[in-house]
């Protein structure tokens, strides 16, 4: 028998679970003919959300001018529209020539490290975290070090522990806020203390902002880079979460702060972003349209608005569980729910999360798929409507009551 060909072994050290075998095992029960509610990944359109329609419109009117390949960074009007929005949010001194318009904003993590990394170097990166951010640091020969973000502290990052993973061999750190999966806003002081940090240290600033106009009650999101001033900052977002469009694949990633010092790490992204030569052109006309227009994500955060109510019907359903407990998520569009310390040794959050599959039909994410050190939490998208929440939440009773 010949041997076998053998993967890369750079992806030894690379997890992405939330696609990982629980998702390959609910598909494998849908192809059986079972019903899955899959609360795994936050895609709104899977959910009845619609991407804006003037949004459409304006892939629809540019088309013809979307056949060539455009510039390596993205179109003028799109990252020009990025400049404006970042101007408006008091972030000055940038302009197109600073902007990068990816396929999605996982193509701009990827890019933006593989510019930066050398083998060996290291990132913090917060625990727990989008894992996205950890695999792409290893697979660009770099390790991540998590710093941790304590359910006990509402998940806010703890500054002192942060700065003792610092050494001569650190590059950036990755602030992710409003917080996947946890649903932390962080405040002016938190993101300043880090910043201070990452100045102090000549580190790179990297802000995963995705989720920037989704925050709830009275949680104020603070643009990142509106606090960098002595080192550079690079801000990440993009249309999939505000805008209902993950499926554009448009996000943008744009460098601020000591800009004299980022020419040649600009010009590495320049190089990386040439050889893929341009991001999907139609969809990159959306973005000004999306910038510039009515910004119909406020509505929906509101408390009469669908994202709201979702999110309240998990704390309530939460609230009303002898199994369960929640840091009221105050962003984004996660729940990470802890289940109580009378399971510890009966049941992990592995374990949980595949018996909820196999025997009640409910997909949902391990909370060791964010690189956390403890195995009691997961993660549920809040994008179903109420209804379906609360039938998700009596299948988790379910599950986990013989064993209270």
Same mark, same amino acid.
């Given at each position: 028998?010949?041997?076998?060909?053998?993967?890369?072994?750079?992806?030894?050290?690379?997890?992405?679970? &939330?696609?990982?075998?629980?998702?390959? #095992?609910?598909?494998?029960?849908?192809?059986?003919?079972?019903?899955?509610?899959?609360?795994?990944? =936050?895609?709104?359109?899977?959910f009845?959300?619609?991407?804006?329609?003037?949004?459409?419109?304006?892939?629809?009117?540019?088309?013809?001018?979307?056949?060539?390949?455009?510039?390596?960074?993205? &179109?003028?009007?799109?990252?020009?529209?990025?400049?404006?929005?970042?101007?408006?949010?008091?972030?000055?001194?940038?302009?197109?020539?600073?902007?990068?318009?990816?396929?999605?904003?996982?193509?701009?993590?990827?890019?933006?490290?593989?510019?930066?990394?050398?083998?060996?170097?290291? !990132?913090?990166?917060?625990?727990?975290?989008?894992?996205?951010?950890?695999?792409?640091?290893?697979?660009?020969?770099?390790?991540?070090? #998590?710093?941790?973000?304590?359910?006990?502290?509402?998940?806010?990052?703890?500054?002192?522990?942060?700065?003792?993973?610092?050494?001569?061999?650190t590059?950036?750190?990755?602030?992710?806020?409003?917080?996947?999966?946890?649903?932390?806003?962080?405040?002016?002081?938190?993101l300043?203390?880090?910043?201070?940090?990452?100045?102090q240290?000549n580190?790179?600033?990297?802000?995963?902002?995705?989720?920037?106009?989704?925050?709830?009650?009275?949680?104020?999101?603070?643009?990142?880079? $509106?606090? !960098?001033?002595? $080192?550079?900052?690079?801000?990440?977002?993009?249309?999939?979460?505000?805008y209902?469009?993950?499926?554009?694949?448009?996000?943008?990633?744009?460098?601020?702060?000591?800009?004299?010092?980022? =020419?040649?790490?600009?010009?590495?992204?320049?190089?990386?972003?040439?050889?893929?030569l341009?991001?999907?052109?139609?969809?990159?006309?959306?973005?000004? $349209?999306?910038?510039?227009?009515?910004?119909? &994500?406020?509505?929906?955060?509101?408390?009469?608005?669908?994202?709201?109510?979702?999110?309240?019907?998990?704390?309530?359903?939460?609230?009303?569980?002898d199994?369960? #407990?929640?840091?009221?998520?105050?962003?984004?569009?996660?729940?990470?729910?802890?289940?109580?310390?009378?399971?510890?040794?009966?049941?992990?959050?592995?374990?949980?999360?595949?018996?909820?599959?196999?025997?009640?039909?409910?997909?949902?994410?391990p909370?060791?798929?964010?690189?956390?050190?403890?195995?009691?939490?997961?993660?549920?998208? $809040?994008?179903?409507?109420?209804?379906?929440?609360?039938?998700?939440?009596?299948?988790?009773?379910?599950?986990?009551?013989?064993?209270?």
């Open positions: 028998m010949e041997q076998e060909i053998q993967s890369s072994s750079v992806l030894k050290d690379v997890r992405y679970e &939330i696609r990982g075998q629980l998702a390959h #095992h609910a598909l494998e029960l849908e192809k059986r003919g079972y019903e899955i509610i899959s609360l795994n990944i =936050g895609n709104p359109g899977l009845g959300f619609r991407t804006p329609e003037t949004m459409r419109l304006a892939m629809i009117e540019n088309l013809a001018q979307a056949e060539p390949y455009c510039h390596q960074k993205g &179109i003028f009007p799109a990252r020009e529209a990025v400049v404006m929005q970042q101007q408006n949010r008091g972030v000055l001194g940038v302009s197109a020539d600073e902007v990068f318009i990816g396929n999605g904003v996982s193509e701009l993590i990827d890019l933006s490290l593989r510019a930066l990394l050398n083998p060996g170097d290291e !990132v913090l990166v917060p625990s727990p975290d989008y894992p996205l951010w950890s695999a792409a640091v290893a697979l660009n020969g770099g390790r991540a070090r #998590h710093y941790a973000c304590p359910p006990a502290a509402g998940f806010m990052p703890d500054l002192e522990a942060m700065a003792k993973l610092i050494n001569e061999r590059r950036a750190i990755v602030v992710i806020n409003p917080n996947n999966p946890s649903g932390a806003v962080y405040s002016r002081d938190t300043r203390a880090i910043v201070d940090l990452a100045e240290h580190l790179v600033v990297m802000a995963d902002e995705i989720y920037d106009q989704m925050v709830y009650d009275d949680a104020e999101f603070i643009p990142m880079a $509106t606090l !960098v001033d002595d $080192t550079v900052c690079l801000t990440y977002s993009g249309l999939s979460k505000i209902r469009a993950c499926g554009y694949r448009v996000g943008w990633c744009v460098f601020s702060g000591d800009l004299e010092r980022a =020419g040649e790490y600009i010009h590495g992204m320049e190089l990386l972003a040439a050889l893929r341009c991001s999907n052109v139609p969809a990159q006309w959306a973005v000004q $349209t999306a910038l510039g227009g009515f910004q119909s &994500i406020a509505e929906l955060v509101k408390p009469a608005g669908r994202l709201y109510q979702s999110r309240q019907a998990i704390i309530d359903a939460v609230g009303a569980s199994h369960l #407990h929640l840091q009221k998520p105050m962003g984004a569009m996660y729940a990470f729910v802890q289940l109580d310390e009378r399971f510890e040794g009966k049941l992990d959050d592995q374990a949980f999360a595949l018996e909820l599959l196999e025997k009640h039909h409910v997909l949902v994410a909370g060791t798929s964010f690189n956390t050190p403890y195995a009691d939490h997961f993660r549920v998208t $809040t994008l179903p409507d109420p209804e379906t929440i609360s039938v998700v939440f009596e299948r988790i009773d379910a599950c986990l009551a013989p064993y209270a």
